[in-house]
C-alpha cells in the first residue's frame, strides 16, 4: 500500500534549527509537497520538490532524495508563529495526492 | 497569490438536516476542486474530485448520495451534506488548482468549514 511517515510531533526553541522528516512508499512519484496548517486552519502551500536535492525559500527548505523516499523540511530561525503542524504529500503515479498525518510542531520561547 | 473562499467557516445542525458548504475561486478559474474531510489529529482525507460540468469522482468509501457534489461552474463547487448525522461532524476542506497549471500546481485551500451535528 502507499504509506507516509512523519513524526507526531516535535518541539524546538524560538531562534533555533528544527528538520522534520518525511518517508514515503507510494506507487510512483510525481513530486512531493510541504503544507503548513495552523490549528483550525486549512492548510497553506510552502515547498514542492520533484528533482533530489535542496530548494529554499527564505527560512524554510525542503530537501528529497528520490532514490531513499525521503524527504525534510528545515526551518531555521524559528519563530513562535511557526508553531504549527507540517504535512507531507506525495503525488503518486495517477497524480492523486497522498498525504502524512502531519507533525506537530511546538515552539517554546 | 490565488484565494479560495469556503463558506460558511462553521455550522452547528441537528440530526437530518442538511448542509451545504461553498467553495469558490475568487480570482482564477478551477476546473477541478477538490473536497477534503480532516477529524481531529489526523490527515487530510480526500473524500471526491469535483470536475466542472461533470460528475464528482468520489474516492473509495465515501457515498456519492450522502456527500452531493455540484460544480456548475469554473469557480463553484458545492459540497451538500445529506440527512447528516454525528459521525459526520468534522473539518471539510476544498481545494482548487489554477486551471492550466496541470497536475503539479500549487494546491489553494479554502479557510475549511467546520460541521457539528448535534
Known amino acids: 500500500g502507499q504509506n507516509i511517515d512523519q513524526p507526531t510531533e516535535m518541539t524546538a526553541t524560538e531562534g533555533a534549527i528544527v528538520q522534520i522528516n518525511c518517508t514515503y512508499q507510494?506507487?510512483?512519484?510525481?513530486?512531493l509537497f510541504w503544507y503548513q496548517q495552523h490549528a483550525g486552519e486549512a492548510p497553506t502551500f510552502l515547498s514542492y520538490n520533484v528533482l533530489d536535492g535542496l530548494e529554499e525559500k527564505g527560512r524554510f527548505s525542503s530537501f528529497l532524495s528520490r532514490s531513499k523516499g525521503y524527504s525534510y523540511l528545515l526551518l531555521k530561525e524559528l519563530q513562535m508563529k511557526d508553531s504549527a503542524s507540517y504535512l507531507c504529500a506525495v503525488s503518486d503515479s495517477n497524480y492523486q495526492l497522498i498525504w502524512g498525518a502531519g507533525t506537530k510542531l511546538i515552539i517554546k520561547p | 497569490g490565488a484565494v479560495v473562499s469556503q463558506h460558511p467557516s462553521w455550522v452547528i445542525c441537528k440530526s437530518g438536516t442538511s448542509v451545504k458548504i461553498e467553495c469558490r475561486s475568487l480570482?482564477?478559474?478551477?476546473?477541478?476542486m477538490f473536497w477534503y474531510r480532516q477529524f481531529p489529529k489526523q490527515s487530510l482525507m480526500l473524500m471526491a474530485t469535483s470536475n466542472e460540468g461533470s460528475k464528482a469522482t468520489y474516492e473509495q468509501g465515501v457515498e456519492k448520495d450522502k456527500f452531493l457534489i455540484n460544480h456548475a461552474s469554473l469557480t463553484l463547487s458545492t459540497l451538500t451534506v445529506t440527512s447528516a448525522h454525528p459521525e459526520d461532524s468534522s473539518f471539510y476542506i476544498c481545494?482548487?488548482?489554477?486551471?492550466?497549471?496541470?497536475?503539479?500546481?500549487?494546491?489553494?485551500f479554502g479557510e475549511g468549514s467546520r460541521l457539528t451535528v448535534l
Open positions: 480570482d482564477f478559474q478551477a476546473t477541478t
Open positions: 507510494t506507487s510512483g512519484f510525481n513530486g
Open positions: 481545494s482548487a488548482r489554477i486551471t492550466g497549471t496541470g497536475d503539479h500546481g500549487e494546491l489553494f
